[in-house]
């Protein structure tokens, strides 16, 4: 009897691999996990973007506050479409928000980018070269850091923020953070 | 949404040709060079479709260039330069998946693929004696008639 | 109205294969000659109606009618006529179509051609064919028609991407189709053996010619491919292991195992199963390696846009054809027993010693391309499976079967003695042995694996021709040598041609893969840099026009010891209508290896550039060799014995009555 059941080999292993590809289909093979989640925010310090302000922008001023980090550049056709987000979240003052202007090839096009379609963030580092990009683990932009007060990251958003995503996922999130005492 | 932003990150860095590594990237000392390029071809380029950083002109792929020559330059052995991308990427940046416990298999297949194959050689082997000699008891043919209708059907 | 034609004779097409992979089918079963007479002509009439649809979708190019929404994606009035046509399967639509078109004419070819198989066989063969294009019939007509309008049409169309539009990149995916498709007839074959529960020397002398057609087309394929990305992606690699390489790569280890087997199917009238899997096997990777491609589940190089629609019809049709097929094998394997018998050490054992090496490194690559999916799927986290692991497994696994290769054709059929095939190998062995020292004294910072490489090569190439002079006698008795080289049978030369090709590739390889010498910099008009020897003198660079790009042209001059060695012209394209870049690199060929120069940006205001110069060794030796490789098989094809339908089932019949 074990003589025919050889003959069921291929077709099991068959099976088995169209499971896989078919949980496969489901799979985004380019969304990558951060490597942060629950540890510090990396070490950076960003100079300031010009035409904005002087004060530039580094991981001791994440510490005290929950906030969110946001990954831009004004080449950046993605971040276009999250920008008014971005825009109602700062009039609503539910949370501050940190900019990183990423790789900008002119040194004025961030801050003449902000100026023109409106400035959400508290506090933005100019980084031409990637050094916090890479530190933050990013793959592209826009992407979106939940810090807590303690300077942990909590979830990184791949992609453009939007209402929804707002109100399911970060908002809740947030709020928790908040309230926790001390932390 | 995800998938729009892909589509427009994909764009930006279109998978072409051209010149990754660029001259004023090289390093003086030709030994860290080397090693540059060599830990360069291990790392897979986060933003592009499936290239090393040394095969990419994409700009993520060129700053993680200079990352790697800056902290060789600075003293950093081979190791700590792929730890330290790795702790921010994740395994996904190495071409060479590390040996861990999640790639045995992948490791280690290649060698049980060969034994089960030697296996079912020597099953095959033994079977096909066992066939023979209860096929040379069986009164229609013994092995030699076999042996000879054999050699007759050979072109 | 072209559109719709073509639309509505595709429409016919599947309605003729629903016919056609019905009632021939039941016809065998029933014994009803005239439902199996229908097979034929179906097949034919199949034929021609996807033809028309494949001229309707060309002529929709060719006139670059931008209502049809695929004409418009792909395509755009400035682009050279060439690439019109080419770029009716530079897209997923066209390509599907291009694939049912070649289904098809393997179809009408067995209908044509095959008159001496036995009716009920060949309506069987033709059903299980029929099959296989409705799913794709289907997949085309319901997720993927080229036939869609747009309403309204646009002025002009967004080009074909511009790495599409290049002569080599024009022919390789119909060589590949050519080959994956061709796989689909062993796959048939097979198929239908099972239904009889019978497989015997006829079957495999049927089978061969279609899978020798099948593997040539995909050698050929794939060597196209790897020249285009040698010189057009610009850093003179020819191999990155990407899925889509992949996919392409393990039909043809799949079908080489084949080819391989299937001759002691022949000879010995065993491993009758396993053949029977191996063709069942091979087709199915090439299925796989569609989904892999249009599904969009790994992340690849060169990936048509992907839609996840898609990827579930396509998984749906993998599940159908192979799992249908495996349940097939499955149920009547155990019918198919082998009534042959053979030494360990023999020639049967050399071809499946091949067999156990081919299978494996197929498994290791297929693992390789999917264990990132798998581990992903499992929870496992992301993982990359790049060149240096496939580099680190597969070469450990063809290192025993090239040492094999040579050996093998020195064993008697039956029972053999390896001694005397060793003796026999002695000028070989002495000679790899050399050449693997002189390249280490030569190179001694190159690769372990090139060196090696070099002596396998040598010890392959001479062991193969060894055995060529002992098959003709000819340092016994020379004279007579002309007459037994025309005796030879043409099989026997596609072996050893097959074989020594593939020396000759694995020289190529190493040399490419371990010796290449590279210099990156920014050179000023007059310039000179060296590179291994060759002296690269900058001339300077100007802007040119094509007819849809515009390209700025850098002139080097090279020179050997100051003697005139060639003149290059590298290009940096922009293709204006996508503002795409391509780098066409400049390369001149010579035996010892290739010239290769490429040029980059501009910097500064002095017409300085950046260069990147490569003097990549014995490049040309894996072109040479895959040439050589698809030459026997092309020679092997024209053997008499192996001419399409010419066996006929008779003797061996006999036998099996006989018991």
């Not at chain 3, 995909?218 to 003179?236: C, D, K, V």
């Not at chain 3, 190179?443 to 090139?450: I, L, R, Y």
């Not at chain 3, 010796?515 to 007059?526: A, D, H």
């Amino acid at each position: 009897m074990p003589d025919r059941l050889i003959y069921y080999i291929p077709l099991a292993l068959f099976c088995v691999l169209s499971i896989y590809l078919g949980i496969g289909l489901t799979l985004d093979p380019k969304a990558l996990p951060s490597m942060l989640d629950g540890k510090p925010v990396p070490a950076f310090k960003l100079p300031p973007v010009k035409n904005r302000d002087n004060r530039g922008f580094s991981n001791t001023d994440l510490i005290g506050t929950v906030s969110l980090v946001n990954i831009f550049g004004s080449w950046c056709a993605a971040c276009r479409i999250e920008h008014p987000f971005l825009m109602e979240l700062a009039t609503e003052k539910k949370i501050i928000i940190h900019g990183i202007d990423w790789r900008e090839e002119n040194p004025n096009a961030g801050g003449n980018w902000l100026k023109r379609y409106g400035d959400p963030y508290s506090l933005v580092g100019d980084d031409p070269y990637s050094k916090a990009a890479i530190a933050f683990g990013v793959t592209g932009a826009p992407e979106t850091f939940l810090v807590d007060k303690k300077g942990i990251v909590r979830y990184k958003h791949t992609g453009p923020l939007n209402r929804k995503i707002w109100t399911n996922l970060l908002s809740p999130m947030i709020e928790k953070l908040q309230i926790r005492k001390g932390s | 949404m995800p998938r729009i932003f892909f589509v427009i990150v994909s764009s930006i860095s279109i998978v072409t040709s051209a010149l990754a590594v660029d001259p004023n990237e090289i390093l003086k000392n030709p030994d860290l060079e080397a090693r540059a390029r060599a830990i360069s071809k291990g790392l897979r380029c986060v933003v592009c479709q499936n290239q090393s950083i040394d095969d990419s002109d994409a700009s993520l792929a060129r700053d993680l260039r200079i990352l790697v020559r800056k902290r060789l330059s600075a003293g950093d052995t081979n190791k700590q330069v792929l730890d330290y991308v790795v702790s921010r990427y994740g395994d996904f940046v190495l071409l060479k998946p590390p040996v861990k416990l999640e790639t045995l298999v992948l490791w280690f297949s290649p060698f049980i693929i060969i034994i089960i194959g030697l296996t079912a050689g020597i099953i095959f082997f033994r079977r096909q004696r066992y066939n023979l000699k209860s096929a040379s008891l069986s009164p229609a043919l013994n092995n030699q008639e076999r042996e000879k209708l054999n050699n007759m059907l050979e072109d | 109205m072209i559109a719709e034609l073509g639309h509505f004779t595709l429409i016919l097409a599947l309605s003729v294969a629903l016919i056609q992979a019905f009632f021939p089918l039941l016809g065998a079963q029933k014994g009803n000659n005239v439902w199996i007479s229908l097979a034929p002509p179906a097949a034919i009439f199949q034929f021609l109606l996807v033809s028309i649809s494949f001229a309707c979708l060309t002529q929709l190019y060719i006139t670059s009618d931008f209502s049809v929404v695929n004409v418009a994606k792909n395509s755009n009035t400035a682009i050279p006529m060439i690439y019109k046509v080419s770029g009716v399967w530079g897209n997923h639509e066209g390509s599907l179509l291009l694939w049912v078109l070649i289904l098809s004419i393997f179809g009408s070819a067995v209908a044509y051609f095959g008159n001496n198989l036995p009716p009920d066989f060949r309506a069987r063969v033709l059903s299980v064919q029929s099959m296989i294009a409705i799913g794709f019939y289907t997949f085309i007509l319901f997720t993927s028609n080229p036939f869609e309008r747009i309403i309204p049409p646009p002025i002009n169309g967004r080009d074909l991407n511009p790495l599409l539009q290049d002569p080599g990149l024009a022919f390789h995916p119909p060589m590949l189709y050519l080959g994956y498709v061709g796989f689909s007839m062993a796959f048939s074959f097979a198929i239908a053996a099972l239904i009889e529960g019978r497989v015997d020397a006829a079957w495999a002398r049927w089978v061969r010619p279609w899978t020798l057609a099948a593997w040539l087309f995909l050698t050929g394929g794939i060597a196209l491919g790897s020249w285009w990305a040698y010189y057009e992606l610009g850093w003179g690699g020819w191999w990155y292991w990407d899925p889509v390489e992949n996919a392409s790569f393990m039909p043809w280890l799949a079908g080489t195992a084949l080819l391989h087997s299937a001759t002691v199917v022949e000879k010995r009238d065993s491993l009758k199963g396993w053949t029977v899997l191996l063709a069942i096997i091979t087709f199915s990777l090439s299925l796989l390696g569609t989904f892999l491609v249009r599904s969009g589940v790994l992340t690849s190089v060169h990936t048509f846009a992907t839609d996840p629609t898609r990827g579930v019809f396509i998984l749906g049709l993998l599940i159908f054809v192979i799992g249908g097929s495996l349940v097939l094998f499955a149920w009547r394997g155990p019918k198919l027993i082998n009534t042959g018998f053979f030494q360990p050490i023999s020639r049967e054992g050399a071809l499946l010693f091949n067999n156990l090496g081919m299978i494996t490194a197929t498994a290791a690559v297929l693992l390789g391309t999917l264990y990132p999916l798998f581990l992903d799927a499992t929870g496992g986290g992301k993982i990359s499976v790049g060149p240096p692991f496939f580099n680190a497994v597969f070469i450990p696994i063809m290192v025993p079967i090239t040492i094999a290769m040579a050996v093998g054709p020195f064993l008697n059929w039956k029972r053999a003695d390896l001694i005397p095939a060793f003796s026999r190998l002695k000028f070989a062995l002495t000679l790899a042995l050399i050449m693997t020292a002189l390249t280490w004294v030569w190179q001694k910072n190159g690769p372990m694996a090139a060196t090696l490489g070099m002596g396998l090569a040598v010890w392959l190439g001479i062991g193969t021709l060894s055995e060529l002079a002992t098959k003709l006698h000819l340092f016994r008795s020379p004279i007579g040598a002309w007459y037994r080289i025309k005796r030879l049978p043409r099989h026997k030369w596609g072996m050893s041609l097959g074989h020594l090709g593939f020396a000759i590739a694995i020289a190529g390889m190493a040399g490419a893969g371990g010796w290449t010498k590279e210099s990156i910099q920014v050179m000023q008009p007059g310039e000179t840099v060296t590179v291994a020897g060759y002296d690269f003198r900058f001339i300077g660079a100007n802007h040119i026009r094509g007819p849809n790009y515009t390209s700025v042209a850098g002139k080097f001059i090279i020179t050997q010891e100051e003697k005139l060695i060639t003149t290059l012209v590298a290009e940096k394209r922009t293709y204006l209508v996508t503002d795409t870049l391509t780098t066409e690199a400049a390369i001149h060929t010579m035996l010892s290896g290739d010239l290769y120069a490429v040029i980059g940006d501009s910097e500064g205001k002095t017409g300085a550039f950046v260069t990147r110069l490569y003097f990549n060794p014995l490049v040309v030796w894996m072109w040479i060799g895959t040439l050589v490789m698809v030459f026997g098989a092309l020679i092997s094809l024209t053997d008499q014995r192996y001419r399409i339908g010419a066996p006929k089932r008779g003797r061996k019949v006999t036998v099996i009555t006989a018991q």
